[in-house]
Antibody
Framework: EVQLVESGGGLVQPGGSLRLSCAAS????????MSWVRQAPGKGLEWVSA????????NSADSVKGRFTISRDNSNYRLFLQMNSLRAEDTAVYYC???????????????WGQGILVTVSS | QAVLTQPPSMSAAPGQKVTISCSGA????????VHWYQHLPGTAPKLLIY???KRPSGIPDRFSGSKSGPSATLGIAGLRTGDEADYYC???????????FGGGTKLTVL
């Protein structure tokens, strides 16, 4: 059974940093693109970032480019999102999601975690 | 403002069919595969349709997808109260070099 479990969320002050982690199980992690998607309170889903199966290529939304970095540890079946210079508008539930392919960042995501809340506030 | 445009809300009676539209552009829908998600608040989104019209295993054939030029459509036949949820279209935008979602459509089955 595929499982994706996010951790590392919480309350952080504007300008601060947070590192989200996603523990994966139930599939061969190193064979698939992985992504982060978020949902701000009362808003729709927003694609954040994606990383290829081998970790060699990444893509990110303009809203987080230069501030957020996606990475992965294939040996330990983990996906990460390093979030720096956080802003109030980054407040959202962040979802870790598994892609259906090895390369390509299209949001074709067949399994999702339950999400983790990040709140940016003073 | 979402790159892909969906109607904010729709409603239909049980047993009826509803079609949810997703309007984009040449840089996204017209030249890239479209995917559809069902999202119930507090739960993980579920992939309903991928690559314009393919259903993952376990998704009933009541759900269908189609695309024509820069627009895509999700069809849900034989509506049930359990289909009440938010529905999102998504695709890749070649100009933005980013994934994009529609603003979402809240479906009410009454």
């Amino acid at each position: 059974e595929v499982q994706l479990v996010e951790s590392g969320g919480g309350l952080v002050q504007p300008g601060g940093s947070l590192r989200l982690s996603c523990a994966a199980s139930g599939f061969t992690f190193s064979n698939y693109v992985m992504s982060w998607v978020r949902q701000a309170p009362g808003k729709g889903l927003e694609w954040v970032s994606a990383i290829t199966a081998g970790g060699e290529n990444t893509n990110s939304a303009d809203s987080v480019k230069g501030r957020f970095t996606i990475s992965r540890d294939n040996s330990n079946y983990r996906l990460f999102l390093q979030m720096n210079s956080l802003r109030a508008e980054d407040t959202a539930v962040y979802y870790c999601a598994k892609g259906m392919n090895v390369v390509g960042s299209t949001p074709r995501l067949d399994y999702w975690g339950q999400g983790i809340l990040v709140t940016v506030s003073s | 403002q979402a790159v892909l445009t969906q109607p904010p809300s729709m409603s239909a009676a049980p047993g009826q069919k509803v079609t949810i539209s997703c309007s984009g552009a040449r840089s996204n829908i017209a030249n890239n595969a479209v995917h559809w998600y069902q999202h119930l608040p507090g739960t993980a989104p579920k992939l309903l349709i991928y690559d314009d019209n393919k259903r993952p295993s376990g998704i009933p054939d009541r759900f269908s997808g189609s695309k024509s030029g820069p627009s895509a459509t999700l069809g849900i036949a034989g509506l049930r109260t359990g289909d009440e949820a938010d529905y999102y279209c998504a695709t890749w935008d070649s100009s933005l070099r980013a994934g994009v979602f529609g603003g979402g459509t809240k479906l009410t089955v009454l």
